[in-house]
């Protein structure tokens, strides 16, 4: 059993509870404008546009396929800049050995692991699996995942698993599609299902320049989490943006006035466990 890993953060403050290792997997079913990190939104289709402009020459082409050599990349990421595919040649497909190899070096560090993307869940019998071993370690096991698929459908990574954050982008279907080229019907029924099974611990908004799509997504989502799980408000910033989402999205970022409005909102509809960002 393999998955493919854009890349492995031994120690992250900021991915759940606790110092944690935080694992992101490559590929996502969303598209959505404001994304910091597209380059793990596809797979790489090795059309080979990034192996001439890498100037350690760490990338190779060898029988139709892009090959990255780790050990003379100097991490400038200029591969990412030039993919036009939204995708990175610097993918490892690992298993689950060694991927427990990696956390086992961090483990004296760590209170648990993170798994993220891309979208984690795309590899849910990877998940399973990994998590089963996580927890022979003594350590925590957290997801953070823009809810697309119907996380009621696998119970057995969900009993292994310790707390979930979930993506709330934009509450009304036709603004989450225009977000994200997908539907929110899902997310919002793993929004309440997650809430049901006590394993949600954080929903995750991303305040735009769209003033009543915020309100409209504060409003509801605060409505329904209350002070069941932490609600983390966050501003857009524009750093990694694609040039198309900051046509939409804009080149600057929200203005603290805007997120205190939400976090007043939020407050009001009872949900007393605001972070924001």
């Given amino acids: 059993m393999i998955a493919p890993i854009n890349k492995i953060i031994p120690f992250s403050n900021v991915d759940g509870p606790g110092n944690r290792l935080a694992i992101f997997f490559q590929s996502c079913p969303f ?70 190899k990696h956390i ?17 869940t795309n590899h849910p019998e990877f998940l399973t699996t990994l998590f089963k071993e996580v927890k022979k370690l003594g350590l925590t096991t957290f997801m953070d995942t823009n809810g697309h698929h119907d996380l009621s459908l696998f119970p057995e990574l969900l009993a292994h698993t310790d707390g979930i954050m979930l993506d709330v982008k934009a509450f009304d279907q036709k603004q989450h599609y225009a977000l994200t080229n997908k539907d929110n019907v899902t997310v919002l029924k793993n929004l309440n299902y997650l809430l049901e099974k006590n394993k949600l611990y954080e929903v995750r908004t991303v305040l735009l320049h769209d003033h009543q799509r ?15 799980c932490y609600y983390k408000l966050i501003k857009y910033r524009p750093f990694g943006v ?24 939020a407050e009001t509809n009872g949900a007393n466990r605001i972070i924001t960002v």
């Fill in 242 to 265: 694609r040039v198309e989402g900051l046509k939409i999205c804009g080149d600057n970022s929200v203005d603290d006035a805007e997120l205190s409005l939400m976090k007043k909102i």
């Fill in 214 to 228: 915020n309100i409209d997504t504060v409003e509801n989502v605060s409505r329904i989490i209350k002070d069941k």
């Fill in 104 to 120: 086992e070096k961090a483990k004296p560090f760590i209170v648990g692991i993170t798994v993220s993307g891309g979208e984690c």
């Fill in 31 to 100: 598209r959505c404008l404001y994304c910091h990190n597209p380059e793990t939104i596809n797979m790489c289709n090795h059309c080979g546009i990034c192996v001439d402009t890498c100037p350690t020459r760490s990338l190779t082409i060898k029988n139709n396929k892009v090959l990255w050599d780790d050990s003379t990349c100097i991490n400038c990421d200029t591969c990412i800049k030039v993919c036009p595919y939204l995708s990175s040649p610097k993918i490892k497909y690992m298993d689950i050995e060694t991927v427990i």
